[in-house]
């Protein structure tokens, strides 16, 4: 009788320890250890700037022309040829690159969410802007600015997908992105040149090159970081910087055409 005592209080000691070991690993589903929480970003007034051009070599060609005879309603009001807005370069100079930074101290911080609503818009049977930013949480506010109906397609990956259309200068919606996702991908089934991206950061130091090429990233805490130019035609760039306090920086990148094209 005895041994069977201690085999039984073996067994219940071992049943034990292995509950014991399943809930330090996070139980019977695997979940790994909850990661500590991130401090929220206070300004000190020791950021700094990061600017620069996003440039092109190479014998670019013009912009495609798109075809919107499908819909009465766009051709009214797009006059004249109208072209994709993929890949525009004006003296050398790229439009629509999406710069932003990765690493340092960003990886330590979280950062309050912006209250402003960024506005994504159809107009003119574009979607404007072709390249968005914004960061995870924050509102989009989207519109038609047409007297055609323009659908809303969301591609995603880590983020919920949607699909909605919006009458002729009918009320729009609003949608945000809880995951930082690289990038969600705008379309819409009616007009297929319709198309758009929007990255979703999470945190604000990213930038869209404008007509000119230029982007500055402002606010920057100090620290080294990775600084990468993305943009649908081509390989992503990317530069080793180091941002001291109250530092101004200027990073330039050029894609060739194209030897660059992804």
């Given at each position: 009788?005895?041994?069977?005592?201690?085999?039984?209080?073996?067994?219940?000691?071992?049943?034990?320890?292995?509950?014991?070991?399943?809930?330090?690993?996070?139980?019977?589903?695997?979940?790994?250890?909850?990661?500590?929480?991130k401090t929220l970003y206070r300004p000190t007034g020791d950021e700094g700037r990061i600017t620069g051009v996003v440039s092109v070599e190479g014998e670019v060609p013009a912009p495609r022309l798109i075809s919107m005879d499908a819909d009465p309603d766009c051709t009214s009001q797009c006059k004249g040829d109208v072209r994709l807005d993929d890949l525009l370069v004006r003296d050398g100079k790229l439009t629509n690159a999406f710069v932003y930074v990765e690493g340092g101290a960003l990886d330590g911080f979280e950062f309050e969410t912006p209250q402003t609503a960024a506005?994504?818009?159809?107009?003119?049977?574009?979607?404007?802007?072709?390249?968005l930013g914004v960061q995870a949480g924050q509102t989009i506010q989207v519109l038609n600015s047409d007297l055609t109906t323009h659908n809303y397609t969301f591609q995603t990956t880590k983020n919920e997908r949607m699909n909605r259309s919006i009458p002729p200068s009918g009320e729009g919606f609003q949608i945000a992105f809880a995951q930082p996702e690289m990038f969600v991908i705008v379309k819409c089934n009616q007009h297929p040149w319709e198309r758009g991206y929007i990255a979703v950061m999470p945190h604000p130091f990213?930038?869209?090159?404008?007509?000119?090429?230029?982007?500055?990233?402002?606010?920057?805490?100090?620290?080294?970081?990775?600084?990468?130019?993305?943009?649908?035609?081509?390989?992503?760039?990317?530069?080793?910087?180091?941002?001291?306090?109250?530092?101004?920086?200027?990073?330039?990148?050029?894609?060739?055409?194209?030897?660059?094209?992804?």
């Open positions: 009788m005895m041994g069977n005592t201690n085999f039984r209080l073996t067994l219940v000691a071992a049943a034990l320890f292995a509950g014991i070991i399943s809930a330090s690993a996070g139980g019977s589903g695997g979940n790994s250890l909850q990661q500590p929480a506005v994504l818009d159809r107009r003119k049977c574009r979607t404007v802007p072709h390249v990213f930038a869209v090159t404008d007509r000119n090429g230029a982007f500055s990233i402002e606010g920057l805490p100090p620290g080294d970081y990775t600084v990468i130019a993305w943009h649908e035609r081509f390989k992503d760039q990317s530069v080793k910087v180091s941002v001291w306090k109250r530092d101004f920086k200027d990073v330039n990148f050029t894609f060739k055409y194209p030897e660059d094209e992804r």
